[in-house]
């Protein structure tokens, strides 16, 4: 298999340091070239950077030199495929040009989520979604990452979703590490919780609902799940919790959803993906943030699950997922092996 190479636009902020960190030693991908805006053309990524991910910048990129982000529009291809971690409003002037130009753009922006030509995906629930790229006048592709809690949301009501009958009911406990750094002032999210995130209450709103949605005719018709949402922000580093509750079919039990959330399967032969996308955890107190951030291979690929009860066909239950690389650079990683795989990089 041909190996690409690659770049990061946003790459000095937390998720596009996910992104380093997960495509350094990629077998598929060569890491090339890092764009920021705070490059001169003189700027090493080392000295620039405020590495949070461990103790030193991974040597394979320390001494790449900056880009700026309109370089990546110019006639010079220095790139196949680019991973998208600008905030929105950059990525709204950016990233559709750059698949105009013929470089792929895989992005973890909010911007083009819900464009109806633009696959917005969580590959073990909606792969399928690629094939709206098969109608697209560019020559480059353009797929979307979803919000972090949706992916958080989506992957275990995906096996249930037979069963879910009107409304689902969420509230979110979300690290301080999905604001970016340095994010919400200490003062603010210390021994506290802060009950409101701008914008992410309308993404959960949203979102679901086209990336559970059915593709026809070349276009995706929308899932009639509703979800009703409460997002807070708690003083925790990593992991998003997530809370959901629904009415469920009658006769279901809890040993039902358990098991089908057990036997839902990974994507075979793609790095990224684990061997079990989700891990029901029997115990009274889990998933923890502390204890399930980081659970699965590759690390914090999995989606912990846990506390599933239903009372009077009411489903209540939790799951864990790592907000940066589940619900960002790996998930948005694996939707490229993915895209890789069926030729449309």
Not at 112 to 136: A, S
Not at 138 to 152: F, H, S, W, Y
Not at 220 to 225: D, H, V
Not at 304 to 310: D, F, P
Request: charged share 25%.
């Amino acid at each position: 298999m041909d190996r690409l190479r690659c770049g990061i636009l946003g790459a000095t902020g937390i998720i596009g340091q996910r992104f380093v960190q997960t495509l350094t030693r990629h077998p598929w991908f060569d890491l090339v070239s890092l764009y920021s805006s705070r490059a001169d053309g003189k700027r090493r990524y080392e000295g620039t950077v405020n590495w949070l991910l461990g103790p030193e910048v991974p040597s394979s990129v320390s001494d790449i030199v900056l880009s700026e982000y309109g370089s990546i529009l110019t006639g010079r291809k220095d790139v196949d495929v680019v991973f998208s971690a600008l905030p929105a409003d950059t990525a709204q002037k950016l990233e559709r040009k750059a698949a105009r130009k013929g470089i792929h753009v895989i992005s973890n922006s909010s911007c083009h989520r819900m464009d109806r030509d633009i696959p917005l995906m969580v590959p073990e629930v909606n792969g399928d979604h690629l094939k709206l790229l098969d109608g697209r006048k560019d020559k480059g592709i353009l797929v979307t990452n979803p919000n972090c809690t949706t992916v958080g949301l989506v992957m275990p009501l995906d096996p249930i979703r037979d069963l879910i009958e009107g409304e689902v009911h969420v509230s979110s406990y979300q690290a301080i590490s999905g604001a970016g750094y340095p994010g919400v002032a200490s003062l603010d999210i210390y021994g506290n919780v802060v009950p409101f995130i701008n914008g992410e209450e309308e993404k959960l709103i949203e979102e679901p609902g086209k990336i559970m949605g059915s593709l026809k005719g070349g276009s995706i018709r929308s899932s009639p799940l509703k979800v009703v949402p409460n997002c807070a922000r708690v003083g925790v580093k990593d992991g998003h919790l997530v809370s959901f509750s629904a009415r469920v079919e009658k006769g279901t039990d809890a040993d039902d959803i358990i098991k089908l959330i057990g036997a839902k399967k990974g994507l075979k032969g793609l790095p990224s993906a684990p061997e079990r996308p989700l891990v029901y955890r029997k115990e009274r107190d889990r998933p923890r943030p502390d204890l399930d951030s980081f659970s699965g291979d590759p690390p914090g690929m999995v989606v912990s699950v846990g506390r599933v009860r239903v009372d009077d066909g009411m489903l209540r239950a939790f799951s864990l997922v790592n907000n940066t690389i589940r619900g960002g650079a790996g998930n948005a990683v694996l939707i490229a092996e993915q895209c890789k795989r069926e030729g449309y990089l």
